[in-house]
Structure formats: C-alpha cells, structure tokens
C-alpha cells in the first residue's frame, strides 16, 4: 500500500490566490513526521515545513500553512497568495518512527502559478 | 543552516565506465546519508542509507556492487556507480542527518544530473 498519496498530479493556481496541495499518509506507527518539499526545475529539494505527529498545532510557515487532520490521515499544503516563483514540483513525505528514519516520498504535485 | 555540497551537478559518461558522486557536509556532522534517485516526473526513491563507518543498506532491487556508497568519514559520502549504462541515467540526490540537527533536519545535496551514453 501507497504510504504517502498525493492525488493531484497538476494544479494551476492565478497569482495572489491561495492553493490547497493534498497529501494523505498510512502509517500505524503513532509517532511520525511530515514534510513538504518544493522541487523547482534545477532539482534541489527546498524544505517547506514540517508537522510532527504528537503536535497540537497546524504548522505554519510565512505563506505556508499545513492542514493537519490527524484522524483522516492527511496533511495538506496551503500556499496563500501564490507568486511565480512558487512554480514547482511539491512532495509530500512521511519519516516514521523516532528520528534519522528514512523519507518516503509522494509522488508530487506539479504547481503551476498563472500570471 | 546545515548545508550538503553535491559534486557534479551533471556528468556525462560512456557507456561501461564509473562515475563518482561526492555529497560533503560543510558544516555538521553527517551520521546518516540517504542516496536517492529521481527518473523525469517522477518521485524520489530511496535506494539506499548509510551511516558513517558501516555498510550501506541497500534498498530492494538496487544492485549494491553497482551503486557503491562508501561513508567512511562523517563529511563526506561518495555513491559510485560502476559500468554505468544508459538506463542508470537519472537524477541523483544525496540527504544528510547529523548529530545536532534538530529532529526534523534532513538537508538534501542539489543532486547530480547523470547521462549516460
């Protein structure tokens, strides 16, 4: 079974408005963290944010906020106010169990930021 | 903040030679290297760990005497792959956690493009 499903394989969004980037997971591990990267077209992984299963709060990050729904399993990325530069490809990733565990990836979301 | 040099960023190689790719930390130490590979549109995927001073362990269905990783300082780790053929041209992508990061650290190198002709 798909440990981390991202559903949207593209997403077009207009500049200044804000998008929702969904991410469910499976895991019966109870302790567990989850990330968002962005991947611009030159490759490197830009760490977005990061949401801890025993935390209590939505992370948030400037422009960037996690929707975190624990019971449903899903930790959906919301970008407000969308520039160009956001355009990218966006993973979402599970580390289970205590740290220096591995990532396991989605299969990513390709943003698309239209003038 | 913590930062993994990855080198080369691209390499272009013949057919049936090896080529190395260095993933250094600058400015921690790197307990944990993870090695991915990324094909074009595609997610990454985990092909093997390795924490300094041990053999790596490979992921299911990576060839370890192809890919070989040797981690054998807590700066640096080296994935070499051996008799390299056009299939293995792909995007490569080193992580790194080290003692001191904060538990959500995982600093990724800006990976290396390799074709292989």
């Known amino acids: 079974a798909q440990k981390i499903t991202q559903t949207q394989p593209g997403m077009f969004v207009q500049e200044k408005e804000a998008v929702t980037l969904d991410c469910t997971y499976d895991?019966?591990?109870?302790?567990?963290?989850l990330f968002w990267y962005k991947q611009p077209s030159s490759g490197e992984m830009i760490f977005l944010i990061y949401?801890?299963?025993?935390?209590?709060q939505n992370a948030t990050e400037g422009r960037y906020s996690l929707n975190f729904q624990k019971a449903r399993k899903s930790a959906n990325l919301v970008i407000s106010a969308s520039q160009l530069g956001d355009s990218a490809m966006y993973f979402c990733?599970?580390?289970?169990?205590?740290?220096?565990?591995?990532?396991?990836f989605g299969e990513g979301t390709q943003l698309t930021v239209n003038p | 903040g913590a930062v993994v040099s990855q080198h080369p960023s691209r390499v272009i190689c013949k057919s049936g030679t090896s080529v190395k790719i260095e993933c250094r930390s600058l400015?921690?130490?790197?307990?944990?290297m993870f090695w991915y590979r990324q094909f074009p549109k595609q997610s990454l995927m985990l092909m093997a760990t390795?924490?300094?001073?041990?053999?790596?362990?490979?992921e299911q269905g990576v060839e370890k005497d192809k890919f070989l990783i040797n981690h054998a300082s807590l700066t640096l780790s080296t994935l070499t792959v051996t008799s390299a053929h056009p299939e293995d041209s792909s995007f490569y992508i080193c992580?790194?956690?080290?003692?001191?990061?904060?538990?959500?650290?995982?600093?990724f190198g800006s990976g290396t493009r390799l074709t292989v002709v």
């Open positions: 992580s790194a956690r080290g003692s001191g990061q904060q538990f959500y650290g995982y600093t």
């Open positions: 895991t019966s591990d109870p302790s567990y963290g």
């Open positions: 949401q801890g299963s025993y935390d209590q």
């Open positions: 990733a599970m580390r289970e169990g205590e740290t220096g565990s591995r990532l396991t």
């Open positions: 400015d921690f130490q790197a307990t944990t």
């Open positions: 390795s924490n300094e001073g041990s053999k790596a362990t490979y």
